[in-house]
């Protein structure tokens, strides 16, 4: 089963940041479909049930960006 859930992110300045966090989440193991919005501060994020929502801030804080999930 495909879940899919939204992130804030903060401390994402320049477009190379954006682009490295989406690079990074579409190589995760267990990660579909991830895209960084770097305007609206925000990341939309397909996985299986292998990984969860707090694996997915974790490794966005692993890159020095915090990461919330979105209400
Ligand atoms: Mo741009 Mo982001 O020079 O970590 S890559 S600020």
Redesign the pocket.
Known sequence: KTEKAEFDITG???S??SA?IEKVLNKTEGIHQATVNLTNETATVEYSGDINENDIIARIQKL?YDATLRA
Do not use: L, N, S
Request: hydrophobic residues 30%; proline residues 0%.
């Open positions: 994402m300045t320049c190379a940041c490295r020095g």
